[in-house]
């Protein structure tokens, strides 16, 4: 039978507080993670919408001009003061079969997240008389 020496006990020592201390750094790391997981996930539910308001007049959009930044979501109020007029609003690329009427004295809203960049053109599709081809604007969503 082998003889037991002190050494022996001292690496087993030494090994287990090597251990102890591996356990206390995967805790670290693991609590380090947690913490930035939570923000992350706090920060994506939190995110906030960027809100316009554009009205529709004889015959033009009020602003006709919108800049946004890609990933941004985007929530457009839509308002006239027309009393005997109904426009529309209808934004190139996003919104292939959306059309959001705008009916006289009226709002509607219309949302969604700017996924693509570049420069899009929004238009009146009603026919709400001769000047139906000056209501364009252009929404440019920026890369970054
Ligand atoms: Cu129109």
New binding site residues.
């Given amino acids: 039978m082998e003889k037991k020496r002190h050494s022996d006990d001292l690496d087993f020592l030494a090994k287990l507080d090597y251990n102890k201390g591996a356990v206390i750094i995967g805790l670290v790391l693991f609590s380090i993670g947690l913490i930035y997981g939570l923000e992350y996930t706090g920060s994506t539910v939190i995110e906030p919408v960027k809100e316009f308001t554009i009205f529709a007049e004889k015959?033009e959009f009020v602003p006709s001009e919108i800049t946004v930044k890609r990933g941004d979501k985007i929530k457009i109020n839509l308002a006239t003061s027309e009393v005997n007029e109904t426009?529309?609003f209808k934004l190139s690329r996003y919104m292939y079969n959306d059309l959001v009427i705008i009916y006289p004295n009226g709002t509607s809203t219309y949302e969604f997240t700017a996924y693509e960049p570049g420069t899009f053109v929004y238009r009146?599709?009603?026919?709400?008389?001769f000047g139906?081809n000056l209501?364009v604007g252009k929404l440019i969503v920026n890369p970054y």
């Fill in positions: 015959w426009f529309s009146c599709e009603e026919p709400c008389g139906k209501m």
